[in-house]
């Protein structure tokens, strides 16, 4: 367990601090123009100085904040756009403030396009997480994530992804799902088989900053949801070459847990996104916020635009008890709390995530949110329906029901 340092404990309902993730933003500025992309300031070529990545983790390896392992996530932009060497320099600087006692990992979110062998030799040599932007086969793709004179991206993409397989750089995917791509399952898997993608993440286009989701818009979302997700997960286990699908994966660990303990209790301290520094995301300029990782660059003056302090001028301790991280926590908890007691999901869920619920609720204080029935409540049903089917096929089998590989077959 972390050892806390002497400030103020949040208010009722957090635990103390425990940062687990740091957001890092090196740069706003992305060489693409996603059609729904929220980011306000993707046009800035600012970039984080040496000097503010070691203040950020000088402090963080001081708080006593941290647990046995930290990652480190470099996004906000497109973290590529800087060269190999200032990653180089910066991964140098971090390692000589570590404690040895502490593993920390690097992750990069990318868009792909501008992936070099030079790329792969930095990431294979730190072990860094790669993730790659890419929303399926090149029609749907190239609808939303266009370059800035608005052409296709899909073909720089899918190259970036040939080279880390012929590098041997492990890595996984992020599709958008759109409207059209519920309507393709076969033909997203299709794609990922064909690039020798094993490891798939869905997310949902969102509802957030100025962008307004057209899928959240479209009629009968939630069925066309299901129907995608649960055909999607049929066929990729009946292919035996995806190794993992996130929304499946990453529920099945929730849903059965060990039967000890408070299974609410456990998805609250598990939902990081509504801890104070369980994310501490941290802007170019070391401006700082927390929560969800969505709130750093929007606007907002009841949160003070989410800004909790800068990590150049001002300490964890401060910004802990500071009014916008106060505000922003009394808040987020009574969402929580407002989750806790009403929704019969909580336990897989922890009481949602913030972003989604300031943006399509008009508040942190609030409940259920269409992004929440979509990434938590359809994912627990498909999962619990299979299970059930399976419980019933192998009353007399010795496997234990909640096997991950016999529950993919009662698909």
Partial sequence: ????????????????????????????????????????????????????????????????????????????????????????????????????????????????????????????????????????????????????????????????????????VPF?????????????????????LAEGVEDICFNVEESEGDHVSELFAASNFDDRFRAFLGRFWTLARQSGRVHTIREIDDMLSRIFRPESGDANDDADRANVQAQPFGMLNVACDGSASSFSPELLGLKNAAYNDFIIGNVCTDSLESMLKGAAMTAMARDIATGVEICRRTCEY????????????????????????????????IPTDLVLAAFDRLEAAIESDSTPAMDPGRLAEAR
């Fill in 346 to 377: 909580f336990s897989v869920c922890g009481g949602g995530t913030p972003v989604n619920k300031l943006s399509e609720n008009g508040r942190f204080d609030s409940g259920e949110t269409s992004f929440c029935r979509l990434t938590e409540k």
């Fill in 1 to 168: 367990m972390p050892t806390t340092p002497t400030a103020e404990i949040p208010p009722s309902g957090f635990s103390a601090p425990f940062i687990q993730t740091v957001v890092v933003q090196p740069t706003p500025f992305c060489n693409i123009n996603c059609r729904y992309c929220y980011l306000p300031d993707r046009d800035s070529k600012a970039t984080m100085a040496l000097s503010t990545i070691e203040a950020l983790f000088s402090k963080v390896f001081a708080s006593g904040w941290t647990g046995d392992e930290l990652t480190v996530i470099w996004h906000a932009g497109e973290p590529l756009v800087l060269p190999v060497s200032y990653y180089e320099t910066a991964f140098r600087a971090i390692e000589a403030l570590r404690p040895p006692s502490l593993a920390l990992r690097h992750a990069f979110q990318t868009n792909g396009m501008l992936i070099t062998p030079e790329w792969c030799a930095l990431f294979r040599d730190w072990d860094v997480g790669v993730g790659v932007s890419i929303d399926g086969p090149q029609a749907l793709h190239d609808a939303n994530r266009v370059t800035r004179s608005g052409r296709g991206t899909f073909g720089r993409t899918v190259a970036g992804m040939r080279l880390l397989r012929r590098e041997n």
């Fill in 172 to 192: 996984h995917v992020i599709s958008v799902l759109s409207a059209e791509s519920l309507r393709s399952p076969e033909e997203m898997l299709d794609f990922y």
